[in-house]
């Protein structure tokens, strides 16, 4: 049940109206930033108050919620927003992907595939995929409206002449429907594939910022690249040490300080459930051979 | 030396050539700012292949005339027209936007007094280099890479500095960029803002013959301002003397310095101090 004092999820009804208006607007035009009116939210910016606002304005009674931070249901973040929504709007909260109808991440896109009906709504720190290379506000706009994007392969191509490849490893811009450049936000390249055509609807909200932008089920999503450059995805050596994939995208985390380290996913929901459908990774296989 | 560079040019001169369209021309250019004039009643035009000097005193609008004519700062009167290459002459102040800064980065090019305006002074020389053909569509790096090569080869810089940031570049490197930069896209007209000023006079010297050998290698038309006369002298093949912010002589270069007929034209030429 919610606490009493508070309206259902926590914005009020005039809020949440201005803020579908300005996602039914980003709907409408894949890519597009919406400026909106973001409001004052209990958690700092860069907290996730522009997501906060976005699961507000579209969460119902019989809507299930999943929060996760860096790919994780037990992070602070992911907790506390988790605890905001239960408390505030007595919604249901769930840790399994597919259970939810909503899903509020930071950094992150779950491993396991989205389906129909389900929202995944995106924390955005920076919503302007242009702001480093062009500072001024009017320009980018003006940019944005006449697809005047070369610039951005300036950025790609200062990689692959410092780095030999294109060293962006987040953040990784896209085409929208071939037309808007937008940044994912800071979802590692790994995840990019899978905004390709989801099934889900995918919106995304920067509160500092006052941005809402979208991507409709179904819209193609296209990185940047070369011709002889092509996108590719972060690959590891080395599978997950607890559930054994060698597909999910996997967090290294020093074990000691004599440089011992493993590779965990960074999904916790798809890692906890692959181990108890009894997959083993080289920790859990021989715990005494891990590690030290 | 320069006007016989350009013999198609003197044949016009001496009307043994049809005449072509101008490439620009500008008619009863004005701007005021804020009702104090910047240049008032200026027409000239500019053809293919064509120098033009502005020259005059600091203020006297050269400046001004300038980005008036390369689409940076809309007159408060008249018109300048642009012989585009698909639809002929066009108005640049009444063409879509979109329309104008294609042209800006692919038929135009603007060479800054201060090549840091110019320059992407966060990126690389190559990246420098390859802004426009990226924002024309080339998508290939080692096409790009290629072309990059080739400019600073054409400008006489270290191929082997390609990936360094300009800043690490002197004022004279750094301007053979800023000129890499905007030819690299093959304009037909390129704005030159004093594009000597700042430099100490060897590098000068080099740069002005790396600017006269590319002008007539490639058959740019180019419209320079500057208050050097010996730039004016070297590189022009056709002269404004503007004061007060309009133009009281025009003419061949080596006739408006040789023989100067108006009394501001004879000081300005009276006052270079030879050594």
Redesign the interface.
Known sequence: MAEDGYNFAYLDEQTKRMIRRAILKAVAIPGYQVPFGSREMPLPYGWGTGGIQVTASIIGRDDTLKVIDQGADDTVNAVSIRKFFARTAGVGTTERTEDATILQTRHRIPETPLGPGQILVYQVPIPEPLRWLEPREAETRKMHA?E?Y??M???L??D???FGHIATSYDYPVRVNGRYLMRPSPIPKFDNPKMDRSPALQLFGAGREKRIYAIPPHTGVRSL?????PFEVQKWEDVCALCGSGESFLDEIVTDDRGGRMFVCSDTDYCGRRREAGHTGPATRDPEGSGA | MAVLQCNALQLRYTGMMPEAPPLLSARGVTKYYEGIPGCRNVSFEVWPGEVLGIVGESGSGKTTVLNCISARLEPTSGTVEYATRHDGPADIYRMSEPARRLLMRTDWGFVHQNPREGLRMGVSAGANIGERLMAVGARHYGNIRQAATDWLDKVEMDTGRMDDLPFTFSGGMQQRLQIARNLVTAPRIVFMDEPTGGLDVSVQARLLDLLRGLVSDLGLAAVIVTHDLAVARLLSHRLLVMRRGEVVESGLTDQVLDDPQHPYSQLLVSSVIHP
């Open positions: 006449l005047e070369g610039v392969h300036v950025r191509y200062e692959i002449a410092r690249d070369f011709d002889d450059h």
